[in-house]
């Protein structure tokens, strides 16, 4: 039996109004006017941090480095510290003091601290008890008096009051660790050190550029990877990156002059580096 042949009418395809992709730049631009920041999901955020934390991202190229501290110059060329200090002493305690808290909150204190004791000399003969009730509203203020007044006697003792220029003289402190010698080296002596704190730790893993476990891995990697030419202010480029910019809950990516390379997966902005 002859099949009763059909007829098909061509039924014109569904026309799907596309929209037409951004180029990197113009993503940018239209985060930064607020039309494309989109916080992930926290668990999206977390998984992005984990994929950051196992090494999983592509490393940054040496131009790719150089090209952000470019930007971090161009937008800051002086960066500075925001520890109120007003000798090499003063800036030592004030790391020593800001332990575990901010900037801010030891500058609160600092100034009337300061203000009757600017020398290892002073500082010992106002006696930690005056110390304690002057920092009182600093974290840990107790250990953190009794660290000031020992280690401003082992200047006396050891350092004819001054101090010492050297990261292992520095490290024997009492309260001084490698980040707070690191910090007096660079903002003191001018040595081009990076001193990891919890802000240059979070921005060195999520965006790829110094992955690791710990703050000396992370430091040691930055110290290989970033040009001469940008070394001594990169710790305060940083740091200010990772305070104002790549904040750890909420990173402000679509004001982020370095989106474009960064490389975590969790960027509020929808840009592939
Ligand atoms: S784009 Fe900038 S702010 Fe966002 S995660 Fe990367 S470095 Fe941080």
């Not at 494309?36 to 941090?49: E, N, R, V």
């Not at 004791?117 to 107790?142: C, N, Q, S, Y």
């Not at 220029?165 to 024997?172: C, F, I, N, P, Q």
């Amino acid at each position: 039996m002859a099949r009763k042949a059909t007829r098909t009418t061509a039924v014109p395809k569904r026309t799907r109004k596309t929209k037409a992709r951004k180029t990197a730049p113009q993503a940018v631009g239209a985060a930064r006017k607020g039309k494309a920041a989109k916080l992930k999901p926290l668990k999206a955020q977390q998984q992005a941090d984990v994929k950051a934390a196992h090494a999983e991202l592509r490393p940054w190229t040496p131009a790719e480095i150089t090209e952000a501290f470019r930007r971090f110059q161009i937008a800051k060329p002086e960066p500075k510290g925001e520890l109120f200090y007003t000798n090499p002493y003063t800036l030592t305690v004030a790391v020593v003091l800001s332990a575990q808290a901010t900037d801010a909150g030891v500058n609160k204190a600092t100034p009337a601290l300061f203000e009757l004791a600017d020398t290892p000399e002073k500082m010992l003969a106002l006696g930690e008890d005056k110390v304690r009730d002057l920092i009182k509203t600093i974290g840990l203020f107790r250990t953190k008096a009794k660290n000031v007044i020992a280690l401003s006697r082992m200047l006396i003792d050891e350092y004819g009051g001054d101090i010492p220029k050297s990261r292992e003289a520095l490290e024997r402190l009492p309260g001084v660790g490698r980040k707070t010698a690191n910090v007096v080296l660079n903002i003191a002596f001018g040595e081009p050190t990076i001193a990891v704190d919890t802000h240059l730790f979070r921005v060195g893993n999520r965006t790829g550029l110094a992955i690791g476990k710990t703050p000396l891995e992370v430091e040691l990697k930055l110290e290989a990877a970033i040009p001469d030419a940008f070394k001594h202010h990169a710790h305060h480029w940083l740091i200010l990156h990772g305070r104002y910019t790549c904040l750890a809950r909420r990173p402000l990516c679509e004001t982020c002059v370095i989106a474009d390379l960064c490389r975590w997966p969790g960027k509020t902005v929808p840009v592939a580096a």
